[in-house]
């Protein structure tokens, strides 16, 4: 087999897709929820939908990781070794990278006391809120990879209807029956993202035949994601927060675990391109190289948004403001990862990145 090919293309196009995404809603009330000061009605239904689109991120990367690394044999101990270890080096020195940029940026000054206390409660910054997950998925996984392996395919499928009943129905029905919120000893582990996400991933790659992955089957994906964006721009609506009721995690839009669906139809279109379009050599090395970039992008996205202000600053004054929040993500994108491409040339930086 072409070298080119074995480390599959479709899933560095993934995950470019879901880091754009990400990025993109890391810019908030300059793009993301726009939604909540838009007046005319049909922009503000674009931007709704385009907020829900874009949730599509963090659960793909779990999926990615689930198809990636369940059908691995590892130990416990290789996986602390190779893994835990791994990414708890990555949360404390880019922790002190962030930090030490925010003292020589902003002027940011931080003792070291309150450093430790911040890295172990709320993070240095928001979104490494994603690495301390991750680090919780990978101590699971001894489990998880058993789950999937010895789970038949009826009982992914029943797995999979119970998040979308528990986690999708019965939130729409508390919605519109004004219901705040069920008894709260009635929870299922199996549903948390580090455990079924993954598992959803590993199922789409591995249960799911590959000449399921039609190009005919493509339009019946558009199809259920018009549904579901068109279902979230309903329900967003009728829950109608208002911007000063937004908080960090919950900005006014209706969310739930039927974005799962709008996961498996990006996946589903993706891998079905490459299965069916057979992109040239060329190209597949231009997604590898950019899917190689996209954790070291992750990390230091922080840093460079925050200090790249100025370029949504200038264009919001030339483009409409959805169209200058978009170019300030593809900005953030460029500089990142020429920022990451330097950093993997460093001894230290190319083990962890």
Same mark, same amino acid.
């Given at each position: 087999?072409?070298?080119?090919?074995?480390?599959?293309?479709? #899933?560095?196009?993934?995950?470019?897709?879901?880091?754009?995404?990400?990025? $993109?809603?890391?810019?908030?009330?300059?793009?993301?929820?726009?939604?909540?000061?838009?007046?005319?009605?049909?922009?503000?239904?674009?931007?709704?939908?385009?907020?829900?689109?874009?949730? !599509?991120?963090?659960?793909?990367?779990?999926?990615?990781?689930?198809?990636?690394?369940?059908?691995?044999?590892?130990?416990?101990?290789? &996986?602390?070794?190779?893994? !835990?270890?791994?990414?708890?080096?990555?949360?404390?020195?880019?922790?002190?990278?962030?930090?030490?940029?925010? #003292?020589?940026?902003?002027?940011?000054?931080?003792?070291?006391?309150?450093?430790?206390?911040?890295?172990?409660?709320?993070?240095?910054?928001?979104?490494? +809120?994603?690495?301390?997950?991750?680090?919780?998925?990978?101590?699971?996984?001894?489990?998880?990879?058993?789950?999937?392996?010895?789970?038949?395919?009826?009982?992914?499928?029943?797995?999979?209807?119970?998040?979308?009943? !528990?986690?999708?129905?019965?939130?729409?029905?508390?919605?519109?029956?004004?219901?705040?919120?069920?008894?709260?000893?009635?929870?299922?582990?199996?549903?948390?993202? &580090?455990?079924?996400?993954?598992?959803?991933?590993? $199922?789409?790659?591995?249960?799911?035949?590959?000449?399921? $992955?039609?190009?005919?089957? &493509?339009?019946?994906?558009?199809?259920?994601?018009?549904?579901?964006?068109?279902?979230? !721009?309903?329900?967003?609506?009728?829950?109608?927060?208002? #911007?000063?009721?937004?908080?960090? $995690?919950?900005?006014?839009?209706?969310?739930?675990?039927?974005?799962?669906?709008?996961?498996?139809?990006?996946?589903?279109?993706?891998?079905?391109?490459?299965?069916?379009?057979?992109?040239?050599?060329?190209?597949?090395?231009?997604?590898?190289?950019?899917?190689?970039?996209?954790?070291?992008? #992750?990390? &230091?996205?922080?840093?460079?948004?925050?200090?790249?202000?100025?370029?949504?600053?200038?264009?919001?004054?030339?483009?409409?403001?959805?169209?200058?929040? +978009?170019?300030?993500?593809?900005?953030?994108?460029?500089?990142?990862?020429?920022?990451?491409?330097?950093?993997?040339?460093?001894?230290?930086?190319?083990?962890?990145?």
């Amino acid at each position: 087999m072409n070298k080119i090919r074995e480390r599959k293309a479709y #899933y560095d196009l993934l995950r470019v897709i879901a880091i754009l995404c990400v990025i $993109y809603n890391h810019t908030n009330k300059r793009g993301y929820y726009l939604y909540a000061f838009e007046a005319t009605w049909i922009l503000k239904v674009i931007y709704m939908a385009n907020a829900a689109l874009i949730a !599509v991120a963090v659960p793909i990367f779990f999926m990615i990781s689930g198809a990636l690394l369940l059908p691995k044999k590892e130990d416990i101990a290789t &996986i602390y070794k190779k893994r !835990v270890s791994r990414m708890v080096a990555v949360l404390i020195l880019f922790s002190i990278i962030k930090v030490c940029c925010d #003292y020589i940026l902003q002027g940011n000054r931080i003792g070291i006391q309150d450093f430790i206390l911040k890295l172990v409660t709320d993070g240095i910054t928001p979104a490494y +809120w994603y690495l301390y997950a991750y680090i919780a998925y990978l101590i699971c996984l001894p489990f998880t990879r058993r789950l999937a392996e010895h789970m038949s395919d009826n009982e992914y499928k029943y797995l999979f209807a119970i998040l979308l009943i !528990v986690e999708g129905v019965i939130p729409t029905i508390q919605l519109f029956t004004g219901i705040d919120e069920i008894n709260g000893f009635f929870v299922i582990p199996l549903l948390h993202n &580090i455990i079924v996400y993954p598992l959803l991933g590993y $199922y789409l790659a591995e249960r799911v035949p590959r000449e399921h $992955y039609k190009k005919s089957g &493509i339009k019946y994906a558009l199809i259920v994601m018009i549904i579901i964006l068109g279902f979230f !721009v309903g329900t967003t609506i009728y829950r109608n927060v208002p #911007y000063s009721e937004f908080t960090t $995690y919950d900005k006014g839009l209706f969310n739930c675990s039927f974005t799962a669906l709008l996961d498996v139809s990006v996946y589903y279109i993706v891998r079905t391109f490459f299965e069916n379009a057979h992109p040239s050599d060329r190209c597949i090395r231009i997604i590898q190289s950019m899917g190689q970039l996209v954790f070291g992008i #992750y990390l &230091i996205e922080p840093i460079v948004r925050e200090n790249t202000l100025m370029v949504y600053d200038y264009m919001s004054a030339l483009l409409p403001k959805y169209l200058a929040a +978009w170019f300030w993500v593809f900005i953030i994108f460029v500089i990142c990862s020429v920022i990451v491409c330097f950093l993997k040339k460093l001894p230290l930086f190319r083990k962890l990145l």
